[in-house]
């Protein structure tokens, strides 16, 4: 029961969400606009939760996986589902912050933010 929580709410394992970012994934923040403004992983892209279904048919266009993230991990968890469900590769990578941290990983020397 845990896991399947985590899995909805806290973010993706860890090495899938780290395999999509290396393979130039979307970052895309589900949170809203005044959220974003406050702080967000540099070069992701903005579109709110409440605005994701308009906006599917541009990023499925776009042919590059999703690590979608928010506040928590709630908001971009039910973000990668409805992403899923129209067909593209998405992940819920749980707390902006969370990804940001993920991505200093990768390149530490390079990233800034």
């Known amino acids: 029961m845990f896991a399947f929580l985590k899995k909805l709410f806290g973010g993706g394992n860890q090495e899938q969400i780290l395999d999509l970012l290396r393979q130039r994934a ?3 923040d589900v949170r809203t606009a005044g959220e974003f403004k406050q ?3 540099k070069g ?9 279904r308009g906006q599917l048919s541009r ?3 776009q042919q590059k996986p999703i690590v979608a993230c928010c506040a928590t991990g709630r908001r971009s968890g039910m973000a990668a589902g409805m992403l899923r ?3 593209i590769t998405a ?3 749980g707390g902006w912050q969370s990804v940001r941290n ?3 990983e ?3 020397s390079t990233t800034n933010g």
């Not at 992701?44 to 994701?52: E, M």
């Open 85 to 87: 469900e129209a067909g």
């Open 106 to 108: 990768l390149a530490p």
């Open 91 to 93: 992940v819920n990578g």
């Open 59 to 61: 990023l499925k266009k």
């Open 102 to 104: 993920l991505i200093r």
């Open 39 to 41: 702080g967000h992983v």
């Open 26 to 28: 979307i970052i895309l």
């Open 44 to 52: 992701s892209v903005n579109v709110p939760l409440d605005q994701l």
